[in-house]
């Protein structure tokens, strides 16, 4: 149990912090995200138009809250400020006015930025966290206040815990003044003789239903008995709900909520030295039994609350779930259900298995077809965060994703339940002898421009950007119409905790598709995906698998190192089917040009998924001449590599390896037919 409170309060961003009674100066925290934006870029410019309007917005508001969003992506920037609900108007666009400048001082250029302020929170994103309310709050620090109670610890945590669900209780069903939605203050009589009066605070966003902030301050109350520690003042902060309390005043106007303060302790018994053997014995005995029946009492009233509290907090998160789901479309499947679906996961309903688990086929009592995947190393990972990233997944629709249409949480374990689709994966159709000419040029291009697409939506157009990193073959699945969907996208983000990274020390993937960088040096960027989307463009034009891909042959040549080999020698249209005429030909060897630009060495040399789409459906648009492509050659390659090259990647199963060769000059021709 303590280990599931410690992680919902990792995952609901808690930050304790020091409250003095009378603070120099006004007191601000700051988280940042590691991606920042150019001096007199876009993105910069978009940022002053935000500041410029949105404190103006916010103070206008009666509830003082506002979002905005500025510029298109790229540039994009989603906003949101919550002014503490006892702010006054100027008070409340000071606060937001002054966060601008303080993130820049704090986190400079960074496009993703969380401040907290005694009278306001602000953030700002690149990252469309305004479409998910509730979820993917920033991560913050955590600081203790030096101050030690002078009571005891256990009696103030009960009365503060006390004190913070009436406030939360009056915040979820009243509505204050009636313009200040989600939003309560509240004081306690506690102990006259040391701390007369514990005050507090609780608040969530306007536009979360009451179900979702009930369950958001719940859980950070739920925690409170572990991070309270005996501290007389503390803060939660998250960017949808937060809560303070402190034994010293700190909002304006009279307490909304006033409650009493439990019991205090018994003191202890101490027996008098004068009296008699028989005296002190009774006296021992007589202050054991009240110091027992004291703590029985009290266990028995902390019980009753905790069950009532835990029951609240099933029903509230069940409700707030179920909303969530709705929106996202996205169903919780009993684990019986599914076990019964795939035949208690047998080895006929086996579909494949790769680097996140192993997919099953099952059919649900209705009749319909889905497909199970039993995910890997889920049981270290807080299942919370995983749930609340299986959400976002499931929001994010297109029609070249497999559609992800539920979850099960089975003790340490993790399923997703996806969509099935009936015709398997492309690397059939592509390496399978027996159904190597299914596929006809017009649904070849067809499912090069539609995986395109998909990752245009991964990396620009969805709510989150997700980065696949294991594009290959076998995580292309080919629907009725030959359609291709993605597979498997968002499970390296979701093994990873969600957070983007630039540098990764977990290599996920399948080495031919990997890119150099982040083979080696685990360098992420979404130029990785294009590296990927390279070799797939160039396994579908040729249907020649690349090496070191799956199961291939390490003794065959590596497919890359064949194109440009070809391709320089002015044959490269030996690579394609013979069968091809016109229009088709010339549009297979631009697919082999522009799968050569995706898989060059350096990844600012490959281009972005919106240029690949757009030479893609320009066939008049002139391409620039390709360079060396990244090479990978098996150990024991029977082909020499060849004499001009600047560098070679080789790997074998388990690494990967750079050397350095001397560079002579190149000639490129142009191999396309006149």
Same mark, same amino acid.
């Given at each position: 149990m303590l280990g599931c409170y410690l992680a919902l309060a990792a995952a609901a961003v808690i930050m304790l912090l020091p409250l003095a009674a009378a603070q120099p100066t006004p007191w601000r925290e700051s988280t940042c995200a590691s991606s920042t934006y150019a001096a007199n870029s876009t993105y910069q410019a978009n940022l002053g138009l935000l500041a410029a309007a949105l404190p103006a917005n916010v103070s206008a508001t009666p509830a003082g809250f506002a979002t905005a969003t500025v510029g298109v992506v790229p540039d994009l920037i989603s906003a949101l400020a919550l002014c503490r609900g006892d702010a006054n108007a100027s008070t409340c666009r000071a606060c937001v006015a002054a966060g601008f400048p303080g993130a820049q001082r704090e986190c400079p250029n960074s496009k993703d930025v969380t401040i907290y302020q005694d009278d306001c929170v602000l953030r700002f994103s690149d990252q469309r966290f305004l479409d998910?309310?509730?979820?993917?709050?920033?991560?913050?620090? *955590?600081?203790?206040?030096?101050?030690?109670?002078?009571?005891?610890a256990a009696w103030f945590t009960a009365a503060t815990v006390a004190l913070m669900n009436a406030t939360v209780d009056h915040a979820v069903t009243a509505r204050g003044n009636s313009t200040k939605k989600y939003f309560a203050?509240?004081?306690?009589?506690?102990?006259? *003789?040391?701390?007369?009066? #514990?005050?507090?605070?609780?608040? !969530?966003?306007?536009?979360?239903?009451?179900?979702? !902030?009930?369950? !958001?301050?719940?859980?950070? #109350?739920?925690?409170?008995?572990?991070?309270?520690?005996?501290?007389p003042r503390g803060r939660v902060l998250g960017i949808w709900c937060n809560l303070r309390y402190s034994v010293n005043p700190f909002y304006t106007g009279s307490a909304m909520v006033k409650v009493s303060a439990p019991p205090a302790?018994?003191?202890?018994t101490v027996p008098s030295i004068a009296t008699t053997e028989g005296t002190g014995r009774k006296g021992r005995v007589a202050g054991i039994s009240a110091g027992v029946a004291c703590f029985a009492v009290m266990i028995l009233i902390l019980t009753v609350c905790t069950v009532i509290r835990l029951k609240r907090r099933k029903a509230n998160k069940r409700d707030n779930a179920f909303n969530r789901m709705a929106r996202g479309k996205c169903t919780i499947y009993e684990f019986p259900t599914l076990k019964e679906a795939t035949g208690n996961?047998?080895?006929?309903?086996?579909?494949?298995?790769?680097?996140?688990?192993?997919?099953?086929?099952?059919?649900?009592?209705?009749?319909?077809?889905?497909?199970?995947?039993?995910?890997?190393?889920?049981?270290?990972?807080?299942?919370?965060?995983i749930r609340n990233e299986v959400l976002v997944l499931a929001q994010l629709q297109h029609k070249n994703l497999v559609r992800l249409q539920g979850f099960c949480l089975h003790q340490n374990e993790m399923l997703l339940v996806y969509e099935y689709i009936k015709n398997g994966s492309l690397d059939n159709f592509l390496f399978d002898a027996s159904r190597r000419n299914t596929l006809n040029w017009d649904q070849e291009y067809n499912i090069i421009l539609g995986i395109a697409k998909g990752i245009m939506y991964l990396h620009e157009d969805s709510s989150v950007r997700i980065i696949h990193r294991d594009l290959k073959a076998n995580n292309i699945?080919?629907?009725?119409?030959?359609?291709?969907? #993605?597979?498997?996208f968002g499970l390296a983000r979701l093994q990873e905790g969600g957070h983007t990274q630039t540098r990764t020390t977990r290599v996920v993937g399948t080495y031919g598709y990997m890119?150099?960088?982040y083979a080696i040096h685990g360098n992420v960027s979404p130029k990785i995906d294009i590296f990927s989307f390279g070799v797939l463009a160039l396994e579908i034009v040729t249907k020649r698998k690349n090496c070191g891909s799956d199961d291939s042959d390490t003794d065959t040549v590596n497919l890359l190192s064949d194109v440009w080999t070809c391709w320089t020698k002015g044959t490269i249209s030996e690579m394609i089917d013979q069968s091809l005429e016109g229009h088709s030909r010339i549009q297979a060897l631009r697919c082999i040009h522009i799968g050569l630009l995706c898989v060059q060495s350096d990844p600012d040399d490959r281009p972005d998924i919106p240029s690949i789409i757009f030479m893609l459906n320009r066939d008049d648009m002139e391409l620039q001449p390709p360079e060396q492509p990244a090479f990978f050659f098996g150990e024991n390659s029977n082909s020499a590599s060849p004499p001009y090259q600047q560098g070679v990647y080789m790997y074998n199963r388990s690494e990967v390896i750079f050397e350095d060769i001397s560079k002579n000059g190149l000639t490129i021709t142009y191999p396309y037919p006149r």
């Amino acid at each position: 149990m303590l280990g599931c409170y410690l992680a919902l309060a990792a995952a609901a961003v808690i930050m304790l912090l020091p409250l003095a009674a009378a603070q120099p100066t006004p007191w601000r925290e700051s988280t940042c995200a590691s991606s920042t934006y150019a001096a007199n870029s876009t993105y910069q410019a978009n940022l002053g138009l935000l500041a410029a309007a949105l404190p103006a917005n916010v103070s206008a508001t009666p509830a003082g809250f506002a979002t905005a969003t500025v510029g298109v992506v790229p540039d994009l920037i989603s906003a949101l400020a919550l002014c503490r609900g006892d702010a006054n108007a100027s008070t409340c666009r000071a606060c937001v006015a002054a966060g601008f400048p303080g993130a820049q001082r704090e986190c400079p250029n960074s496009k993703d930025v969380t401040i907290y302020q005694d009278d306001c929170v602000l953030r700002f994103s690149d990252q469309r966290f305004l479409d998910f309310v509730g979820a993917n709050s920033p991560v913050s620090v *955590t600081t203790v206040d030096p101050e030690n109670l002078t009571v005891s610890a256990a009696w103030f945590t009960a009365a503060t815990v006390a004190l913070m669900n009436a406030t939360v209780d009056h915040a979820v069903t009243a509505r204050g003044n009636s313009t200040k939605k989600y939003f309560a203050t509240g004081e306690e009589n506690f102990d006259a *003789t040391h701390y007369p009066m #514990i005050y507090g605070l609780a608040q !969530c966003v306007p536009e979360m239903t009451a179900a979702q !902030c009930r369950s !958001c301050l719940s859980g950070f #109350i739920a925690a409170m008995p572990w991070w309270l520690k005996g501290m007389p003042r503390g803060r939660v902060l998250g960017i949808w709900c937060n809560l303070r309390y402190s034994v010293n005043p700190f909002y304006t106007g009279s307490a909304m909520v006033k409650v009493s303060a439990p019991p205090a302790p018994a003191p202890a018994t101490v027996p008098s030295i004068a009296t008699t053997e028989g005296t002190g014995r009774k006296g021992r005995v007589a202050g054991i039994s009240a110091g027992v029946a004291c703590f029985a009492v009290m266990i028995l009233i902390l019980t009753v609350c905790t069950v009532i509290r835990l029951k609240r907090r099933k029903a509230n998160k069940r409700d707030n779930a179920f909303n969530r789901m709705a929106r996202g479309k996205c169903t919780i499947y009993e684990f019986p259900t599914l076990k019964e679906a795939t035949g208690n996961f047998s080895e006929k309903n086996k579909l494949g298995e790769g680097g996140f688990g192993t997919v099953y086929k099952g059919n649900l009592p209705d009749g319909q077809e889905i497909a199970v995947k039993k995910l890997i190393d889920s049981a270290g990972q807080g299942l919370d965060q995983i749930r609340n990233e299986v959400l976002v997944l499931a929001q994010l629709q297109h029609k070249n994703l497999v559609r992800l249409q539920g979850f099960c949480l089975h003790q340490n374990e993790m399923l997703l339940v996806y969509e099935y689709i009936k015709n398997g994966s492309l690397d059939n159709f592509l390496f399978d002898a027996s159904r190597r000419n299914t596929l006809n040029w017009d649904q070849e291009y067809n499912i090069i421009l539609g995986i395109a697409k998909g990752i245009m939506y991964l990396h620009e157009d969805s709510s989150v950007r997700i980065i696949h990193r294991d594009l290959k073959a076998n995580n292309i699945l080919l629907d009725d119409a030959m359609d291709p969907k #993605i597979a498997d996208f968002g499970l390296a983000r979701l093994q990873e905790g969600g957070h983007t990274q630039t540098r990764t020390t977990r290599v996920v993937g399948t080495y031919g598709y990997m890119a150099p960088e982040y083979a080696i040096h685990g360098n992420v960027s979404p130029k990785i995906d294009i590296f990927s989307f390279g070799v797939l463009a160039l396994e579908i034009v040729t249907k020649r698998k690349n090496c070191g891909s799956d199961d291939s042959d390490t003794d065959t040549v590596n497919l890359l190192s064949d194109v440009w080999t070809c391709w320089t020698k002015g044959t490269i249209s030996e690579m394609i089917d013979q069968s091809l005429e016109g229009h088709s030909r010339i549009q297979a060897l631009r697919c082999i040009h522009i799968g050569l630009l995706c898989v060059q060495s350096d990844p600012d040399d490959r281009p972005d998924i919106p240029s690949i789409i757009f030479m893609l459906n320009r066939d008049d648009m002139e391409l620039q001449p390709p360079e060396q492509p990244a090479f990978f050659f098996g150990e024991n390659s029977n082909s020499a590599s060849p004499p001009y090259q600047q560098g070679v990647y080789m790997y074998n199963r388990s690494e990967v390896i750079f050397e350095d060769i001397s560079k002579n000059g190149l000639t490129i021709t142009y191999p396309y037919p006149r």
